[in-house]
């Protein structure tokens, strides 16, 4: 039986062409495609997929944070971050929210197949190229970076929209929470993180990949 594949990326070229990759293997069927984060939550719990691939920088709900509740609802669902990213922070807090892969872009195809299979069969696989950062990062004793860890999943959630230009009271309407709580998060955001305006805000939400440059 072919693993069931559900890819989330909001690159539509990006997706596409990994689909046309995965429909050439016999053992593999892509069931769904999501194009931000919090479709990519909907269609893991609605098409129960084997296998989820998950972009990081994704718009409304980035990627981690979309494994993160994929894997609240399913502790058995299986994530492979497939990103551009190599860095060890973006790597450690993918594997904190239970991603069982990590994969680069840019590594051949082949090796986006085995992740595949290897996780599918509930193993883990990190890229060659990200086990190299990790193992030299632990060599050096560097711990991953904290400065997401003391933002609650609501406080990213907000932080996210944010940045990306919503008023507090569209993200009010969209959590279902009053547009003066939404200002209470952001002040208390710039509070936790020692930022001072939102320009500050949008680098940070950048720097650390909760969502996209453009």
Do not use: C, W
């Amino acid at each position: 039986m072919a693993l069931r594949i559900l890819i989330a990326d909001d690159h539509a070229v990006v997706a596409d062409g990994v689909r046309y990759l995965l429909a050439a293997q016999s053992d593999l069927e892509v069931v769904g495609t999501a194009a931000d984060g919090t479709e990519a939550v909907h269609l893991a719990q609605a098409l129960a997929p084997d296998v989820i691939l998950m972009d990081i920088v994704m718009p409304q709900l980035n990627g981690i944070d979309a494994a993160r509740e994929i894997v609240r609802r399913n502790p058995e669902a299986r994530v492979i971050m497939l990103s551009m990213y190599s860095d060890s922070e973006r790597v450690y807090q993918s594997l904190q929210v239970g991603a069982r892969g990590y994969v680069l872009k840019r590594d051949l195809p082949e090796e986006l197949i085995d992740a595949i299979r290897q996780v599918g069969a509930g193993g883990r696989y990190l890229s060659p190229s990200v086990t190299d950062t990790v193992i030299v990062d632990y060599l050096h004793e560097k711990k991953a970076p904290d400065a997401l860890h003391q933002l609650s999943s609501r406080e990213r959630h907000v932080l996210q929209m944010l940045v990306e230009g919503k008023t507090a009271a569209s993200v009010a309407r969209k959590l279902r929470l009053s547009p003066r709580t939404i200002e209470t998060y952001k002040a208390r955001l710039m509070r936790k993180l020692g930022l001072g305006d939102l320009p500050a805000l949008v680098k940070f939400a950048v720097r650390h990949g909760l969502t996209p440059l453009d």
